[in-house]
């Protein structure tokens, strides 16, 4: 990829702006129709993200840039789907309660039809579908989403939804990639291919001379941006060997 574009939305600072108060009025939520704002939210954060994202392709933006955006999208539907399942729970709570009649009529202070909120009696029976598979697998919609994002996928609900289709229709256990046997073949390859890196920098620099070396990277890194890599790589085998350290 090329230089990191100059896009309409900071995916470092904006999309996160947008992901904290869709999560916190989600948190603070006291009626349907604030659980519904909050999705709405959400959705705003994937709409921004999209956006975002479709630019960055078409400046050639830095793969990390395209990769932070992904998160942040793959954030915003968790968090949607979060409001869609209490929706569902609390709806269904009401129900048992009397509190909602047959046709929709909620009989309480907080909204007098699902119309008014602007929610359809199909979108109840997506949101109590999401609700069921939760229950079944948790966890099971980051992990769908993680999924998508190892794969170098764009986050979508297709995959979420037949994820639940298959866990509340067939019972079917939705496998996570990472936990399939091609998954750690390539894992290990991965870790393999760090170390191996490893130990060819190492010799390189006791072979040439940090100074020569330094000199080189110097008098060819105009921009910055090698130096930058190197950073990111000293930060990133840093946390690394934290792991590894137990």
Known sequence: MNAVATLPIDPSSELPALLMAASRRLAEAKTAGEVLEAREMARLAQDAASAALRIAKIRQAKDEVISAVNHAQADAMEIEYKAQRRFAE?????????????????????????????????????????????????????????????????????GLLRAFKEITRGGTHVVSKRDRPDHQDKDAKSGEAIVKACVDIANRLDILGLERIAEAI????????????IRNAHTALGKLLEVCDG
């Open 90 to 158: 609390e709806y269904d709570e009401a129900q048992k309660q009397g509190f909602v009649a047959g046709q929709g009529n909620v009989q309480n202070a907080d909204v007098s039809h699902l119309a008014d909120l602007g929610v359809t009696r199909q979108d109840v029976h997506r949101f109590r579908e999401a609700a069921a598979a939760e229950t079944a697998e948790p966890g099971i919609t980051r992990r769908v989403l993680d999924d998508q994002l190892a794969s170098e996928q764009s986050p979508n609900r297709a």
């Open 218 to 229: 110097s008098e060819h890194d105009h921009g910055g941006r090698d130096l930058t890599s």
